[in-house]
C-alpha cells in the first residue's frame, strides 16, 4: 500500500477516535450509556489482564476452525457431486439454494435441541452456514473448467479419484478460494451468534455478560476485538491465498 | 501397415431443436507411421473427427479401427494435443510433462528421467520450473507436445495447435515437428486451416468437403525434408489444395 494511502487512514481513524471522545466529554448522554475511548481502552486492558479475553477470543476461533474445517470438507464433496452428477443437482441442489438463505442465527434453537448447550451446538450452527457458500463456490468453479482440462487429462488416464484430485478440485480451486472467504465470513458472525445465544463461552458470551452488567465498554470492547479478527483474517490470509492463486493460475 | 482406419463416420450436431449432419461418411485410412494433415472449409468437422478418433466424441454412424480393433473410448495409445495446450495451470511445466505418468503409477525417479528426456526433446528444460503463466504461447505449445509424447502414444493428434502462433514461432516449430516425426516414428493426423503448414508437414493432405463432409481427395506429398515454409517448389502443391477447397469453401 502506497504511503500516503496508510496516512490517510491512520487520520481517519484519529478523528474518530478524537470525535468520539469530544462527544463524550460532552456529556450529553452518561458514561454508562456512551463510554469515551478510554474507558473502552481501559476495559479492554481488564478483560486481557484477566485473561478472559484470549480465552474468549481463543475458545471462538477454536469453534470457527473446527465448524469451518467441517463445512469446507463437507462444502467440497457436495459441489462436486452437484457440479458431476445431473440428478444431484436437479435434486440436492435446489434444496442448497434454499438453505443458503436462512441466516446462520436460525440455526441455534436446532443446535440447541439437538445438540443441547455445548461446543457441538455451536459448531453445528457455525458449519451449517458456511457449508452452502462453499458448496455452491465449489458448484460453479467445477462447472466453469475448462472442458480441455477433463478431456486431456481423462486422454491421459485420469479416471475416478484421481480426476476429482489431480484436475477437478485444482481447476476449480480459484472460485473454491471465494468460496471458503464466504464461508469463513458466514461462520465468524455464526460463532459469534450462536456464543451470545447458547451463552456458553467464547467472545459472543462475552457480548453477552456485557450486556447483562450493563457495562456497555465491555460491549464496545468485544465489538472491536471481534471486528479486528474479522480484519485481519480476511485481509492478510485470505487477500494473500487469493492473490497468489489467482495470479499461479493465469487470473491475473 | 494400416494404424488406423475411419469407416463411414457420420456424426450429427445436435442443436435445442434441429441437428446438422456435420460428418456424412468419413472414410480413411493411415498407415503406421504417416503424417497425415486434415484440412477443410471451416466448420466442416474436421476437429470433430479428429475427437472421435480419440475417443472423447463417439460417432453416430460408423468406426474408428485402431491396429484393426473398435475404438470405443479415450486410450494413452492415441492422445491429443488441443489448439490452446490445455496445459494445466496449477502445476509446474515438468508436472505438466509427467501428468500421464502419474496417472500410470509410474514412481517420481523414472517419471523424472522420462520427463527429462522430452523437455529436452522440446528444449524447455530451462522452463522446467515455470508455471505456465510465465511461458509464451510457443512455449506452451511445445509443452503440450512433450506431455503427449511423454505418454509414448502410437498416434498423437493435433487440433490447430499452431493456429495461434506468431509467423517466425511456427516457421521454427513446423520444422522441430518434421524432425519430431522423423526421430519418434509416430503416426500423426494434424488438423489445419492453412494450407501451406499442411503441405510442408504432410506425407499425406486430406481434404475434406462442406457440410456433410467427405474426404474430397487424398493428395500425397513426395518431398524432401525438412521442408521450410517458404519453399518455392511447395506452391504448386498448395495450388493443387486451394483449388479443391475453394469450391467447397464457397458452398459453407
Known amino acids: ?252 | 501397415m494400416t494404424k488406423l482406419e475411419a469407416k463411414n463416420i457420420v456424426k450429427y450436431f445436435k442443436h435445442d431443436s434441429h441437428q446438422l449432419k456435420a460428418l456424412g461418411g468419413v472414410n480413411l485410412e493411415i498407415d503406421d507411421g504417416e503424417f497425415v494433415c486434415l484440412v477443410g472449409p471451416s466448420g466442416c468437422g474436421k476437429s470433430t473427427f479428429l475427437r472421435i478418433v480419440a475417443g472423447l466424441e463417439t460417432p453416430d454412424e460408423g468406426q474408428i479401427l485402431f491396429d484393426g480393433k473398435p475404438v470405443t473410448a479415450t486410450g494413452p495409445e492415441r492422445i491429443m494435443v488441443f489448439q490452446e495446450g490445455a496445459l494445466f495451470p496449477w502445476l509446474r511445466v515438468q508436472d505438466n510433462v509427467e501428468f500421464g505418468l502419474k496417472m500410470a503409477g509410474i514412481p517420481k525417479e523414472e517419471r523424472s528421467q522420462i520427463s527429462k528426456r522430452y523437455l529436452d526433446m522440446m528444449q524447455l528444460t530451462k522452463f522446467a520450473n515455470s508455471y505456465t503463466y510465465q511461458l509464451s504461447t510457443g512455449m506452451k505449445q511445445r509443452v503440450a507436445i512433450a506431455r503427449a509424447l511423454v505418454m509414448d502414444p502410437d498416434v498423437l493428434l493435433m487440433d490447430e495447435p499452431f493456429a495461434a502462433l506468431d509467423a517466425q514461432t511456427r516457421d521454427l516449430l513446423l520444422v522441430e515437428m518434421q524432425l519430431i516425426w522423423e526421430k519418434t516414428k509416430k503416426t500423426i493426423l494434424f488438423v489445419t486451416h492453412n494450407v501451406s503448414e499442411a503441405t510442408v508437414l504432410g506425407t499425406k493432405v486430406a481434404v475434406f468437403s462442406n457440410r456433410p463432409s467427405k474426404i474430397k481427395k487424398l493428395i500425397p506429398i513426395n518431398y524432401k525434408r525438412p521442408r521450410l515454409a517458404e519453399d518455392e517448389n511447395l506452391l504448386p502443391l498448395q495450388q493443387d489444395i486451394l483449388s479443391e477447397l475453394r469450391p467447397e469453401v464457397k458452398k459453407g
Open chain 1, 1 to 252: 500500500m502506497k504511503a500516503n494511502i496508510i496516512l490517510k487512514k491512520i487520520a481517519f481513524y484519529i478523528i474518530i477516535v478524537a470525535v468520539w471522545q469530544a462527544i463524550s466529554m460532552t456529556n450529553v448522554w452518561p458514561s454508562n450509556i456512551f463510554p469515551s475511548p478510554y474507558e473502552v481502552g481501559e476495559d479492554l486492558a481488564y478483560t486481557a489482564a484477566d485473561g478472559s479475553l484470549f480465552f474468549g477470543i481463543g475458545t471462538s476461533i477454536l469453534r470457527l476452525l473446527v465448524g469451518l474445517a467441517i463445512a469446507i470438507g463437507g462444502g467440497i464433496v457436495l459441489g462436486i457431486f452437484m457440479a458431476r452428477v445431473e440428478v444431484v443437482n436437479q435434486t440436492i441442489g435446489s434444496l442448497v439454494l434454499g438453505l443458503q438463505s436462512i441466516p446462520s442465527v436460525a440455526w441455534v434453537p436446532l443446535g440447541i435441541l439437538w445438540f443441547g448447550l455445548t461446543d457441538a451446538g455451536i459448531i453445528f450452527v457455525t458449519a451449517i452456514g458456511a457449508i452452502f457458500a462453499v458448496t455452491i463456490n465449489t458448484y460453479t468453479g467445477v462447472k466453469n473448467i475448462n472442458p480441455h482440462f477433463i478431456e486431456a487429462a481423462r486422454n491421459m488416464g485420469a479416471k475416478g479419484t484421481q480426476l476429482v484430485t489431480s484436475v477437478l478440485i485444482p481447476a476449480a480451486f480459484p472460485y473454491m478460494i471465494s468460496g471458503f472467504k464466504q464461508g469463513w465470513a458466514f461462520a465468524w458472525r455464526g460463532v459469534i451468534g450462536a456464543e451470545l445465544l447458547f451463552s456458553f463461552l467464547g467472545l459472543g458470551f462475552l457480548l453477552n455478560v456485557g450486556r447483562q452488567l450493563n457495562d456497555v465498554s465491555q460491549v464496545i470492547a468485544i465489538m472491536l476485538v471481534i471486528m479486528i479478527i474479522g480484519v485481519v483474517i480476511d485481509g492478510v490470509i485470505f487477500k494473500r491465498l487469493e492473490d497468489k492463486v489467482m495470479s499461479r493460475w493465469g487470473l491475473r
